[in-house]
Structure formats: C-alpha cells, structure tokens
C-alpha cells in the first residue's frame, strides 16, 4: 500500500513526464526531419547560383516521323490534316521534347540535392492543352503538387489518361467546349506517360520533380537550367521509346556563378559503349580441387 503523499508524488512524476513527452513532439517540423517523410530542407538563394545548359543532338538518320490516320474522327482530320508521329523531334540533327534534369548531386556546402523540398522559384502552375487532336507540350516538366490546367481546344471528346507509376491513375473524359480541369501529382515520377483513350495516337509525357532544377529540349536542342546553387550534380537527358524511356548520364560541376555545360547525343554509336570488351584473364583457384 502506498501512502497519500507517495501516491501525490507519483502522479507527479508521471504527469510530468507526460508533459516533456508532449513537448518533444510538437518540435518545429524542420528540426527533426526523418528520412521516411517528403518534407525536407528550404534552400534560401545566395544570389550566387549558376547555370547548366546544352544541346541535344541525334547521331546519325533520325527516323521520320510518320502520317498519323485520323479517319476514326472526321473532327481530328479537319482540324489536324497533317498530323505525325512526334516520338522524335529532329531539325538538322537536334533533338526536341528531351527532359533534361538534375537526378542527384551535393551543393558546395556537402548537402544533398534530394535534402531539400522548398527552392527558390518553384513553378506555380502549367497547361497542357488538347489542340488539333494532340498535346501541347508533348513533353512537360512540373514540380511535385504543381496544378496542371489541362484545356480541351478542339470540337470533340477528348478523355486524358494519366498512367504513372508512384501516383495514382487518373482517366477524366473532357468533352467538346468542357471548362478546364485540374491535375496534381503528389511523388516524383519520371516521366508519367499521358494517353486519350478516345484517340489512341496521343500521347504525351509529365515529368513530376522534387525541385525545379529541369528544362524541356526546345526545337533547335538547346536547353537551360537557371539557379542552379555551386556544386556537383548528375544531369540526366531522358527521351521517350520503350517502355520506359531512354536517358543519357553526364556529371557536371557548377561553379559560384558560373555556367555548366552538359551536350547529350541519342541514336547512333558514337556515344555508345566501347566497342570491344576486355577479357578478364582466367584465375586459377587451386582450393577447388580441395576434396571434401
Ligand atoms: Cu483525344
């Protein structure tokens, strides 16, 4: 049996260490970020951020793109006469519709780009507009949870499909004069493939990024990457084809203020694999014969 006043300090003792336990846990959100949560560092600009930029080039014949067959909607024939495949954009051997993005790197001061989830300029919002029976962009670039406003242009039903890998599936029917609809995707994906499910030839590509460190190819190849904080990053070039795309590495240090350089090639061989293998010399491991 326990006395009054034992029982008086024991009740005590367990309501304050109630308290601290509850104090431990309203800690403001970034002291104590894990590695199971999204949320992550702010990066505050120095003003002394730099640039990554280039040209995507194809070696050797592109393929050309190829007369689509719009005969299923006489709507999609009169407004798109001359519609083609848009697999691969090339003018005098430079590549349009090419994701080029950071995929991972450390900023000068040895923090990782993946650390941090709030950058400075995170776009706000992007369109991708069904026009002449296909989308505009063809390949899109947008930051995790950033609206996309997606138009139909045209005089018929256009039913845009999502269909990623980390985020959720999502099929909407947009009809003919339809108001606009809005779409997010919460986790990073590279990249999302979107299809119309009235229109088997349209195809377009979203790309959901943790930060806005990305740029699409334009026509003539080029792309850049503006506020990129000094440091060592791995830079990716990704175009569409297979399953699930193909992408080219570079590593590229960008110094204060300064500009990076990254020129990526597709098709071709010459920026393939060395051609011969080295054969490993043969070793002899005298143990094996060692009987049991
Ligand atoms: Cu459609």
Not at 16 to 31: V, W, Y
Not at 125 to 137: E, F, I, R, V, W
């Amino acid at each position: 049996m326990l006395s009054k006043t034992a029982r008086l300090w024991l009740g005590l003792i367990v309501g304050i260490s109630l308290m601290s336990l509850a104090s431990s846990c309203t800690k403001k959100p970034d002291e104590d970020v894990g590695e199971t949560t999204e949320a992550g560092k702010t990066y505050t600009a120095k003003g002394n951020e730099g640039t990554i930029s280039g040209v995507v080039s194809y070696t050797g014949t592109a393929p050309e793109a190829k007369k689509i067959d719009t005969a299923a909607d006489p709507a999609c024939t009169s407004k798109s006469p001359n519609l083609t495949t848009e697999e691969w954009a090339v003018k005098d051997g430079k590549v349009a519709n090419t994701y080029v993005y950071i995929k991972e790197g450390t900023l000068a001061d040895g923090s990782k780009v993946s650390a941090y989830s709030t950058w400075p300029n995170m776009p706000a919002s992007a369109t991708l507009d069904q026009n002449g029976c296909h989308y505009k962009p063809h390949v899109l670039g947008v930051v995790v949870n950033e609206p996309i406003t997606i138009t139909n242009s045209d005089p018929t039903t256009h039913n845009i499909h999502f269909t990623p890998k980390s985020n959720p599936d999502w099929n909407q029917s947009q009809p003919n004069g339809a108001g606009a609809l809005t779409h997010k995707l919460a986790h990073a994906e590279v990249l999302v493939p979107v299809k119309c499910n009235q229109h088997p030839w349209m195809k377009s590509y979203v790309a959901v990024s943790k930060h806005p460190f990305f740029a699409v190819t334009a026509e003539d190849g080029s792309f850049t990457i503006k506020g990129v904080p000094a440091g060592k990053y791995t830079v990716v070039a990704w175009h569409e084809g297979g399953a699930n795309g193909t992408e080219k590495t570079m590593e590229v240090t960008v110094p204060a203020s300064g500009a990076a350089k990254a020129d990526f090639s597709f098709g071709g061989t010459a920026m393939g694999q060395p051609s011969s293998l080295q054969i490993m010399p043969a070793i002899e491991f005298p143990m094996a014969t060692m009987k049991h």
